[in-house]
T-cell receptor, first 113, second 115 residues
């Protein structure tokens, strides 16, 4: 009963390195999301995918790219990491109806030096 | 665009005392509203949600919340807190119509429980 699985759980990068954060859900959900959480800021939406093959920008998309590889998987890529991208990243998914709650993964803690 | 305000950054409550965490939202139509809890180093767990019907909603762990349209509020309550309730609490709103999707979160309220 895995739900939403994020890998890796922790990562340290140097400025300018690239990295892909992986997210997979086993609930056959249509929509998937990437958020970042910073102290005192709550969670902010980076990108989302309403269905396989579609992606849309959220509130803070700059510096990120995403890929909805298939219905299960939604990856987040940092092409050239910057210290401002040090954060905790959460992936979430939902069946489709907007009145349903999102299911969250346990997060990826990313530090960029 | 919708927004959520949680006016209290920190709240300290004695164990066994009642709790109310405030949440105000800004959204043109009837929103979909959620409360999530986050323990240190963990992901987010849904406490309860509101999308229509009875304005008093019950959630897990003894929590409840009341939707008040006239005040644009969705405050979270618990009659008697336990030490295990110490955590970060987030109120969130989701667009109930078309257009951009995703949750908009408040900045969170950190709950401290005194023995």
């Amino acid at each position: 009963n895995a739900g939403v699985t994020q890998t890796p759980k922790f990562q340290v990068l140097k400025t300018g390195q690239s990295m892909t954060l992986q997210c997979a859900q086993d609930m056959n959900h249509n929509s998937m999301y990437w958020y970042r959480q910073d102290p005192g800021m709550g969670l902010r939406l980076i990108y989302y995918s309403a269905s396989e093959g579609t992606t849309d920008k959220g509130e803070v998309p700059n510096g990120y790219n995403v890929s909805r590889l298939n219905k299960r998987e939604f990856s987040l890529r940092l092409e050239s990491a910057a210290p401002s991208q040090t954060s905790v990243y959460f992936c979430a998914s939902i069946q489709g109806n907007r009145n349903q709650p999102q299911h969250f993964g346990d997060g990826t803690r990313l530090s960029i030096l | 665009a919708q927004s959520v305000t949680q006016p209290d950054i920190h709240i300290t409550v004695s164990e066994g005392a009642s709790l109310e965490l405030r949440c105000n939202y800004s959204y043109g139509a009837t929103p979909y509203l959620f409360w999530y809890v986050q323990s240190p180093g963990q992901g987010l767990q849904l406490l309860l949600k509101y999308f229509s019907g009875d304005t008093l909603v019950q959630g897990i762990k003894g929590f409840e919340a009341e939707f008040k349209r006239s005040q644009s509020s969705f405050n979270l309550r618990k009659p008697s807190v336990h030490w295990s309730d110490a955590a970060e609490y987030f109120c969130a709103v989701r667009n109930s119509g078309g257009g951009a999707d995703g949750l908009t979160f408040g900045k969170g309220t950190h709950l401290i429980i005194q023995p």
